[in-house]
């Protein structure tokens, strides 16, 4: 299946599935982590008033897979996701990037530019 990698630019936000490696090493000079891109967000969804707010939708596996099959009617995907085994430090999760979120739109940049996503799908 081909997957767009981008951002769709005539809708006010794009769609994403996608899984996250997590990294929770902490720098050895001051002990910190980099900022989670999915606890960021999560904080974004909690107050989100409008429906082109940046936001997760979900972060359950069978929840999305419902999503993708009762919604979306795309049983490729549902089945992709299925069977697509999530490791000990990797999340799945839905959610929205607002076409006006150039923050969220940069960091979720940079963690592709470095291998901590694999996009599974992309839509509007």
């Not at 799945?92 to 150039?102: A, G, P, V």
């Amino acid at each position: 299946m081909k997957i767009r990698q981008g951002f769709i630019s005539n809708s006010s936000s794009t769609s994403f599935i996608a899984i996250f490696k997590i990294d929770n090493d902490k720098c050895p000079h001051c002990g910190r982590t980099d900022p989670n891109f999915l606890d960021i967000l999560a904080n974004i969804s909690k107050d989100w008033e409008n429906s082109d707010a940046s936001r997760i939708e979900s972060m359950d596996k069978e929840t999305i897979i419902r999503t993708v099959m009762d919604d979306w009617d795309n049983e490729t995907l549902s089945n992709e996701i299925l069977h697509r085994n999530i490791g000990e430090n990797e999340k799945i999760s839905h959610f929205q990037i607002s076409y006006h979120d150039d923050f969220i739109k940069n960091m979720f940049e940079e963690l592709k530019i470095n291998g901590k996503v694999e996009i599974l799908y992309t839509g509007e």
